[in-house]
């Protein structure tokens, strides 16, 4: 078979680089970089670690407000599909980019297998909630990390060509939790020891468009007083820089970093305090303690197994979750056994 694989932003390349190394042993990939992501330290800079092919093409899109966005995407893909007749395109989680692929594969009645399906915040005032449902609504192929989002999807009355295949982001964490002990030089170079540091992630739209949301989780970092590293993504150093915020020497503030890095930051950390989806369940993967920066989240389990809290933006909520939390012994799996990508494989060729 011949697959059309759309990726563009960060988390993307990390779900793709579980497929792609199971796909290549048996089908033609040809793989799409819209662009979304561009700087080397949120792009290529995955590809390299994790091993990812080239793209075969970029369409350099960049970025810009959601619609100039996706609609240069969408004309973008349009034309490489036309050109290359797939068998399949493959989309991945919810971004602008995933978006764009769906439509523009299916508006050409081309199959479109949707990776990540089924997951809901029931907040349609995050655009990724919109691109989700979009997505699947598209999709001919309907791959979920878990039996929550079979059922998100059953009370959408969509149940035909769903599959539970579990979490592919596991198998990339498996596949990058050795490397990371051997390459990653992160923790002698920020000069902090494992598990004497919080670990802290916000890019969440809702919480950088707000700058008094952003100042509020700042100020409870800065109060709670303890080390804690935090790898800005450039929107939230566009809005950190506009407001002239100076970090406190106990505040790590570091450009984003790789995978390797990444991976290293969090199981290292006493506990992970963000607004990501992929953070969350890593956390949960690596037995660390986990506390979002939202008022829902898609990973409901993590907090139905009680190593999730639901913490908000709120100053004295973060600060009384971080003092008061304490996981349970239990740690139950979740979202499948790291052979996720295998599953995703063959659910496309028995469809
Ligand atoms: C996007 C996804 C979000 C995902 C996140 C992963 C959408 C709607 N949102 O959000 O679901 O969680 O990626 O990280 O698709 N920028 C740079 N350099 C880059 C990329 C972005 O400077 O390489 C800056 C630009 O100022 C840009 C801003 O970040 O305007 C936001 O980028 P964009 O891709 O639009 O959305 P994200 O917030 O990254
Ligand atoms: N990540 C990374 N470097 C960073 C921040 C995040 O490698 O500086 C990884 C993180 O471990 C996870 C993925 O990027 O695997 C999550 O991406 P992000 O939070 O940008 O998007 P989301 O998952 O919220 O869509």
Request: aromatic share 6%.
């Amino acid at each position: 078979m011949k697959i059309v694989s759309i990726v563009g932003a960060r988390p993307q390349f990390i779900k793709a680089a579980a497929i792609s190394r199971v796909l290549r042993k048996r089908h033609t990939e040809f793989l799409v970089h819209t662009g979304q992501h561009y700087d080397s330290c949120m792009s290529s800079v995955f590809f390299e670690e994790l091993g990812i092919p080239e793209p075969d093409i970029n369409l350099g899109v960049g970025s810009g407000s959601h619609g100039k966005q996706t609609g240069a995407m969408l004309a973008g893909i349009e034309a490489l599909l036309i050109d290359q007749r797939p068998d399949w395109t493959l989309v991945y989680g919810d971004t602008n980019s995933t978006l764009a692929g769906a439509l523009a594969a299916a508006k050409l009645h081309i199959p479109v297998a949707h990776v990540e399906a089924g997951l809901r915040s029931f907040n349609r005032a995050m655009p990724e909630e919109i691109n989700r449902v979009a997505a699947d609504v598209l999709s001919n192929l309907l791959l979920c990390p878990s039996q929550i989002a079979i059922d998100n999807l059953a009370a959408e009355g969509i149940s035909k060509h769903v599959y539970l295949v579990g979490d592919v982001m596991s198998d990339s964490l498996t596949y990058a939790a050795t490397r990371s002990r051997k390459q990653s030089t992160i923790l002698e170079q920020i000069g902090l020891r494992s598990g004497e540091y919080l670990l802290a992630t916000v890019h969440r739209a809702e919480n950088t468009d707000d700058e008094f949301r952003l100042r509020s989780v700042l100020h409870a970092f800065e109060d709670l007083g303890e080390a804690l590293v935090f790898p800005v993504h450039p929107r939230t150093r566009k809005v950190i820089d506009r407001i002239n915020y100076t970090p406190p020497d106990h505040i790590h503030l570091i450009g984003p970093v790789g995978y390797l890095n990444m991976v290293m930051l969090a199981q290292s950390a006493r506990m992970i305090l963000t607004d990501s989806g992929g953070l969350q369940k890593e956390a949960y993967w690596l037995k660390v303690p986990c506390i979002t920066l939202r008022e829902e989240t898609e990973w409901v389990e993590t907090v139905q197994v009680g190593w999730n809290i639901i913490a908000g933006t709120e100053k004295s909520r973060i600060i009384d979750a971080v003092q008061t939390f304490t996981p349970p012994a239990e740690h139950p799996p979740l979202y499948g056994d790291g052979q996720a990508a295998a599953r995703c494989v063959v659910a496309l060729e028995n469809r």
